[in-house]
């Protein structure tokens, strides 16, 4: 499985960006499926996760409220929308395929890693 991770860029303190994450495979579609960051000088974080089926999710307490993720599994994509975006959201962002069929925020439960996609908020 290759995950192309994408839609990251440059936004203003309070901006909105959404994240894709593409599989090259449709088996993807049943495993649960994680995005992480990781910040400069900082350790390898979890964001958000969500179950093959789309109808459990779950993320960190940083982007509760402010980050939603959804799939769509006919596209084999994984999305990220996030909103009200702050500087300290500042990080290269990965897509996971997680090993079952639901999300973890361990990262050694995840398989196959994206490329990364970088997101910088100004202040």
């Known amino acids: 499985v290759q995950l192309q991770a994408s839609g990251g860029g440059l936004v203003q303190d309070g901006g909105s960006l959404r994240l894709s994450c593409a599989a090259s495979r449709r088996t993807s579609s049943n495993n649960g499926v994680g995005w992480f960051r990781q910040a400069p000088g900082k350790e390898r974080e979890f964001v958000a996760g969500i179950s093959w089926n789309g109808a459990s999710t779950t993320s960190s307490n940083s982007a509760k409220g402010r980050f939603t993720i959804s799939r769509d599994r006919a596209k084999n994509t994984v999305y990220l929308q996030m909103s009200s975006l702050k500087p300290e959201d500042t990080a290269v962002y990965y897509c996971?395929?997680?090993?079952?069929?639901?999300?973890?925020?361990?990262?050694?439960?995840?398989?196959?890693w994206g490329q990364g996609t970088l997101v910088t908020v100004s202040s």
């Open positions: 996971a395929v997680s090993r079952t069929s639901y999300s973890s925020p361990n990262d050694s439960q995840y398989t196959y």
